[in-house]
């Protein structure tokens, strides 16, 4: 299993290049069953769980391949789909699985999908997926750990999901791409990769409206076309792996400029990082960050997009735990995303948890220690404080990285971070 070392003290600076988003790779990937003509994706990141849903694609008779020559190249020919689903085996480790669910059903009228289990970070059922496809019709059982759906064809539907749901508004827009009439999607999700998946469905022929808004709007079509081509749809900059970097050098100290990133996915972290005394500048794909002093404590909340996203709060908290002052972080998406916490502890940070508040007490130096990685963005968390902590920090557990940073202390190292993966 695979551990990364960390000697920390050292200052980031330099240039590093963003990758494509995770979060939009892998519902761009599953929209790709939506037709029986190839689709081209680029600027697809490296990760394990784009491997993962390359598995899952071949897996039910798709042809699903990364460029040997283009890295960043992924074609899938989903004309020869042989079975529709999608095994427990490859649902358990990635939960986003869910996303072949909408687009089979569309396209094959039937889909058995392994329910997801509970993860880390919490319960995350999906309930609101199955109640939208019911309400489009589709009749859905689930039994031995299965969702089973079937449907003649779906039909145009009203839907006001109980919460804001990511996957479920992506899903539910997929399933109506090619759904009989009208769907309407109340209280949909405006994070920027449901506009990326959006764009991408309407290059292949989709008709949707009002797409990164809470009211997305899609007149069903008969077929979708493929997206041939050397760039077909090109996936959005992974902002999520973009503030990583940013909070890992407004704790370091340093100067950072990001390419291919996209500063206007990033709004609400931005403000807190300048808040916390760190000197941001961006253009149109560019964020330069540069820190020289102490970081000031920061209190924030997470929430839906536009607001401070759940996926930065356990990085943005080991800024804090080297800040000046105290820092009350506020949990509000997932109910148990604070296991970081304990492993900070263990680096000597001062955090005390109360339900889904977090004070953080900021220290003056943290101290290397063995620390164990509980989740994607606990790892990251766990890194950046490796990066200042004194003497030697070891995180293991990176699996957990693996799944949504693409090199991570490859490009660390690229800044001077003295970090290396050991392998065992
Ligand atoms: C692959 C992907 O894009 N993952 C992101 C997506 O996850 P994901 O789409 O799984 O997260 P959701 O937006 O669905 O979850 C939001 C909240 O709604 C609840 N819920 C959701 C669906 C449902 O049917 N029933 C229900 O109760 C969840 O338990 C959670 O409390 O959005 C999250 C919130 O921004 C991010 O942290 C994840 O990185
Ligand atoms: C929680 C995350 O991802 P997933 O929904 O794929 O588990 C994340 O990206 O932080």
């Given at each position: 299993m695979d551990k990364l070392l960390i000697r920390g003290g050292r200052r980031l600076n330099g240039e590093v290049t963003v990758s494509g988003a995770k979060n939009a790779a892998l519902p761009e990937l599953c929209a790709a069953?939506?037709?029986a003509e190839p689709v081209t994706l680029t600027?697809?990141?490296?990760l394990q769980d784009v491997n993962t849903t390359l598995q899952l694609l071949r897996n039910m008779g798709a042809r699903a391949e990364r460029s040997e020559q283009q890295p960043d190249l992924v074609q899938i020919d989903?004309?020869?789909?042989?079975s529709p689903e999608a095994p427990y085996d490859l649902v358990k480790t990635m939960r986003?699985?869910?996303?072949?669910l909408g687009p089979l059903l569309a396209r094959f009228g039937e889909a058995t999908v392994s329910l997801p289990g509970g993860c880390a970070i919490g319960s995350r059922p999906v309930d609101q997926h199955i109640k939208g496809l019911q309400a489009m019709g589709a009749e859905i059982v689930v039994e031995h750990g299965y969702i089973i759906a079937k449907a003649k064809r779906l039909k145009g539907a009203r839907i006001t999901t109980d919460m804001v749901t990511v996957t479920g508004t992506e899903n539910l827009l997929m399933a109506a791409t090619l759904a009989e009439g009208e769907t309407v999607l109340e209280n949909a999700a405006q994070e920027p990769e449901i506009p990326d998946l959006a764009e991408m469905l309407i290059a292949m022929g989709a008709k949707i409206e009002?797409?990164?808004?809470?009211k997305i709007r899609i007149q069903g079509v008969e077929r979708l076309h493929g997206l041939p081509g050397p760039v077909g749809h090109r996936i959005i900059p992974d902002r999520i792996e973009a503030g990583t970097f940013l909070c890992a050098v407004a704790a370091t100290g340093g100067d950072v400029v990001l390419r291919h990133a996209c500063a206007a996915h990033l709004d609400a972290v931005i403000e807190k990082l300048r808040e916390a005394g760190a000197t941001i500048e961006a253009g149109d794909d560019w964020i330069r960050v540069r820190a020289d002093r102490r970081p000031r404590a920061v209190s924030f909340r997470t929430s839906e997009y536009p607001a401070f996203p759940t996926d930065m709060q356990a990085q943005f908290m080991a800024l804090n735990c080297i800040a000046d002052g105290a820092a009350k972080v506020t949990e509000t998406?997932?109910?148990?995303?604070?296991?970081h916490v304990n492993e900070l502890l263990r680096l000597g940070a001062r955090i005390e948890v109360d339900g889904n508040t977090a004070v953080v007490r900021g220290v003056e130096r943290l101290s290397g220690a063995t620390v164990m990685a509980t989740d994607l963005r606990a790892s990251a968390s766990l890194v950046i404080a490796g990066l200042v902590a004194e003497g030697e920090t070891v995180v293991d557990r990176i699996y957990h990285l693996d799944r949504g940073y693409d090199r991570m202390e490859v490009k660390l190292r690229g800044l001077g971070a003295d970090i290396e993966r050991v392998t065992l």
């Amino acid at each position: 299993m695979d551990k990364l070392l960390i000697r920390g003290g050292r200052r980031l600076n330099g240039e590093v290049t963003v990758s494509g988003a995770k979060n939009a790779a892998l519902p761009e990937l599953c929209a790709a069953l939506l037709t029986a003509e190839p689709v081209t994706l680029t600027n697809v990141p490296r990760l394990q769980d784009v491997n993962t849903t390359l598995q899952l694609l071949r897996n039910m008779g798709a042809r699903a391949e990364r460029s040997e020559q283009q890295p960043d190249l992924v074609q899938i020919d989903a004309s020869q789909v042989t079975s529709p689903e999608a095994p427990y085996d490859l649902v358990k480790t990635m939960r986003a699985s869910i996303l072949v669910l909408g687009p089979l059903l569309a396209r094959f009228g039937e889909a058995t999908v392994s329910l997801p289990g509970g993860c880390a970070i919490g319960s995350r059922p999906v309930d609101q997926h199955i109640k939208g496809l019911q309400a489009m019709g589709a009749e859905i059982v689930v039994e031995h750990g299965y969702i089973i759906a079937k449907a003649k064809r779906l039909k145009g539907a009203r839907i006001t999901t109980d919460m804001v749901t990511v996957t479920g508004t992506e899903n539910l827009l997929m399933a109506a791409t090619l759904a009989e009439g009208e769907t309407v999607l109340e209280n949909a999700a405006q994070e920027p990769e449901i506009p990326d998946l959006a764009e991408m469905l309407i290059a292949m022929g989709a008709k949707i409206e009002g797409h990164g808004t809470g009211k997305i709007r899609i007149q069903g079509v008969e077929r979708l076309h493929g997206l041939p081509g050397p760039v077909g749809h090109r996936i959005i900059p992974d902002r999520i792996e973009a503030g990583t970097f940013l909070c890992a050098v407004a704790a370091t100290g340093g100067d950072v400029v990001l390419r291919h990133a996209c500063a206007a996915h990033l709004d609400a972290v931005i403000e807190k990082l300048r808040e916390a005394g760190a000197t941001i500048e961006a253009g149109d794909d560019w964020i330069r960050v540069r820190a020289d002093r102490r970081p000031r404590a920061v209190s924030f909340r997470t929430s839906e997009y536009p607001a401070f996203p759940t996926d930065m709060q356990a990085q943005f908290m080991a800024l804090n735990c080297i800040a000046d002052g105290a820092a009350k972080v506020t949990e509000t998406i997932f109910e148990n995303r604070f296991m970081h916490v304990n492993e900070l502890l263990r680096l000597g940070a001062r955090i005390e948890v109360d339900g889904n508040t977090a004070v953080v007490r900021g220290v003056e130096r943290l101290s290397g220690a063995t620390v164990m990685a509980t989740d994607l963005r606990a790892s990251a968390s766990l890194v950046i404080a490796g990066l200042v902590a004194e003497g030697e920090t070891v995180v293991d557990r990176i699996y957990h990285l693996d799944r949504g940073y693409d090199r991570m202390e490859v490009k660390l190292r690229g800044l001077g971070a003295d970090i290396e993966r050991v392998t065992l």
